[in-house]
């Protein structure tokens, strides 16, 4: 092939502080690994939302949420951005995608650019109350599919893969062979467990088929990640499943940091290259297509970070990373040293308002008491857990005695929609938004101490950036209604996120 052909893997959840290729210990990563060896990895990759639909956006369009339009889960892409797939299709590639689930499906406008969007539902997991809708996919089916597809290809191809298996799932759908449950920890629903089985399941088929068909030098495979996870080691919290938060609900670097590897046997950096500066989920985009020798659109805000021949610093790197999820209430921004996070007040006092009382005080409680369990005794720790446990039991049941789960439910999903006056959002979050978070990430990695009412400068250089970002903002959001909506909360709702 005279151009080269793009894969794009996205490995749903993998922290990059869980890989070996990062140096963690605690997986078995050979095949990953080998990939690496031969590309580049970045070690501050950082995804502008915390979930999938928003940060894969980013990712295809390389662009911000408040441009491509992705800002919750019912709403879609807009149609004054191009994805990755709509450009390389103009400039000749075939194009094909898989996705494991139906969240990114086509009501959200994820199939535009693709000759094949497989997403017809018959090898799909789990059925819904919508006839032959499915929303999980086992990887088996998409390989098999993929690697068929390739072969059948005669120019240069672009192809995105979704593995799915790394994702908290129910606890009866945690499918990993014996010998990795016994070999690793349960901590995260077996999280190192199932990143190692995901190499032997996801990444030893694609290198090896790579290598047998001569493709490792002329296909750029791009892995990577759509966000993190975050995990609680208390694990008599059985809200959070075995040491699963939803990630979601934070800004913090391991849900935040993403996993990116880029193999190309003939990038400029040279192999097994680890770049350290910060760069951006939406640089992804343009660092390909500099690849490919291919027109960047203008709506892209990202820079192609894979132009740096030397491979000690990358060139083009925008200093801040925006971060946003409007349907918590949350905006942020990343620099090197830096990152804040703001919160909407009203947001705040509406999801409140939506939470009973007894609930809110056995959060609270909890929350103190993990924050302060060092310093406990132990037994009278888990004495105390085990009182605020029960309470929240009685709060389940009496929700579902008197159906306010339901009626919660029914309220989460309305808070998802954002269909106000999204400027409205921005604007009360840039100039009236509670300081959620100021964390110096050159003394404390852990984000541990909030340093804002030491840092004012440095608060309001920071939120001047956000307004700076906004600025470019449409302000208008494209809403998914009718059946298709109703399809995505159910596939939320059964993904914890309702």
Not at 211 to 233: A, C, P, R, T, Y
């Amino acid at each position: 092939m005279n151009k080269k052909s793009v894969i794009m893997l996205t490995l749903d959840c993998a922290r990059p502080d869980h890989l070996g290729c990062y140096g963690y210990k605690g997986v078995d990563t050979p095949y990953l690994n080998k990939i690496a060896e031969k590309g580049v990895i970045f070690h501050q990759a950082i995804a502008q939302a915390p979930n999938t639909w928003i940060s894969h956006a980013s990712i295809f369009t390389g662009t911000n949420p408040y441009i491509h339009g992705v800002r919750s889960p019912f709403s879609r892409l807009s149609k004054k951005v191009k994805t990755i797939a709509e450009i390389l299709s103009d400039h000749g590639y075939a194009t094909a995608g898989f996705p494991s689930h139906s969240l990114l499906g086509k009501a959200s406008g994820f199939e535009r650019g693709y000759d094949l969007y497989d997403i017809n539902y018959t090898d799909f997991r789990y059925k819904s109350n919508f006839e032959g809708q499915y929303f999980y996919r086992e990887w088996n089916e998409i390989w098999d599919k993929s690697r068929e597809w390739v072969l059948n290809q005669k120019k240069p191809f672009f192809l995105w893969m979704h593995y799915m298996g790394i994702h908290e799932v129910k606890h009866s759908d945690v499918k990993i062979p014996e010998e990795f449950l016994k070999k690793y920890s349960p901590l995260g629903q077996y999280y190192d467990a199932k990143i190692s089985w995901s190499d032997v399941e996801c990444i030893k088929p694609l290198y090896s088929f790579l290598n047998e068909q001569g493709l490792l030098d002329d296909v750029i495979v791009v892995i990577f990640s759509d966000h993190g996870d975050k995990f609680i080691l208390d694990k008599t919290e059985s809200d959070h499943h075995y040491g699963f938060a939803k990630h979601n609900n934070y800004f913090s670097d391991d849900v935040m940091k993403i996993s990116l590897i880029v193999n190309n046997g003939n990038i400029p950096f040279k192999k097994g290259t680890e770049v350290n500066s910060q760069i951006r989920s939406i640089d992804i985009l343009p660092s390909i297509l500099s690849e490919l020798k291919v027109p960047i659109p203008r709506t892209v805000e990202g820079f192609d970070v894979l132009s740096d021949k030397s491979g000690e610093k990358t060139v083009n790197t925008l200093k801040t990373a925006y971060m946003e999820n409007l349907t918590e209430g949350w905006i942020g921004i990343r620099t090197e040293d830096w990152k804040l996070i703001l919160a909407d007040v009203q947001n705040r006092e509406e999801k409140t308002k939506r939470v009973s009382g007894l609930l809110q005080v056995v959060t609270e409680m909890t929350e103190k008491l993990f924050e302060h369990k060092e310093n406990i005794n132990s037994v009278s720790y888990f004495v105390f857990r085990g009182f605020l446990f029960s309470m929240k039991l009685f709060n389940d049941l009496f929700n579902i005695i008197t159906f306010k789960k339901f009626k919660k439910k029914k309220n989460n999903v309305a808070s998802l929609d954002l269909s106000g006056n999204i400027l409205e959002i921005e604007k009360r979050i840039v100039e009236n938004g509670i300081v959620s978070g100021l964390f110096d990430l050159k003394n404390d990695l852990k984000e541990m101490n909030n340093v804002a009412s030491e840092n004012p400068r440095v608060v309001n250089l920071l939120r001047n950036e956000i307004g700076n970002h906004l600025a470019r903002s449409s302000g208008t959001v494209d809403l998914i209604e009718g059946d298709d909506k109703d399809e995505i909360a159910e596939k939320l709702d059964h993904l914890g996120y309702l």
